[in-house]
């Protein structure tokens, strides 16, 4: 093999070491199977959520977690392969593939990473239940809220009994 295919092919997994180290979390999944409309559909999805989803050689796959080391992902780089990367929600590929995997059978989520760990399909399946970004920030501001607002209701209670008392 010519030195330029070699370093193109180098290229090429360096491109995916720097997306691995740069993604929260990333899915792999096997597509095998989904229509063109089913493909066209989750990647829309994908995109809207900010995630970016590739079918990249299970050889440049290998030698990328290899070179960022992450161990037990060969066994999940077989047959035809997809990988969603987020940069910025953890949550959104698990999410998203997830989903799109109990509405067609055709989609297999096979494992993937999450904040620089390997992850297997049941972590998958965990990360995929939690809300988004969205969700646990006003989940956090509710938690917040909730001393405050609380006294606010003893404080009301308080001044309605004192309004509600006859005068002496």
Same mark, same amino acid.
């Given at each position: 093999?010519?030195? $330029? ?9 360096? =491109? ?8 929260? $979390? ?45 161990? =037990? ?5 077989? =047959?035809?392969?997809?990988?969603? %990367? ?17 509405? %067609? ?22 990360? $995929? ?31 309605? $009994? ?7």
């Amino acid at each position: 093999m010519s030195e $330029s295919i070699i370093a193109a092919k180098a290229k090429v997994v360096d =491109g995916i070491v720097e997306q691995f180290k740069a993604a929260k $979390s990333a899915v792999v999944v096997n597509y095998r199977g989904l229509t063109v409309d089913e493909v066209t559909a989750l990647r829309k999805e994908l995109r809207d959520a900010g995630v970016k989803m590739e079918v990249i050689k299970n050889t440049y796959l290998r030698r990328a977690a290899d070179a960022t080391g992450y161990e =037990g992902l060969d066994e999940v780089f077989t =047959g035809p392969t997809a990988i969603a %990367f987020s940069n910025d929600d953890a949550v959104a590929p698990a999410r998203i593939m997830t989903k799109f995997a109990k509405q %067609f059978d055709a989609l297999v989520v096979k494992g993937g990473i999450i904040e620089g760990k390997v992850a297997s399909l049941e972590q998958i399946t965990e990360l $995929s239940k939690l809300p988004d970004r969205d969700g646990m920030l006003s989940m956090l501001l509710s938690v917040l809220q909730a001393p405050v607002r609380n006294v606010a209701y003893a404080v009301k209670a308080v001044a309605e $009994s004192k309004d509600a008392e006859p005068a002496a």
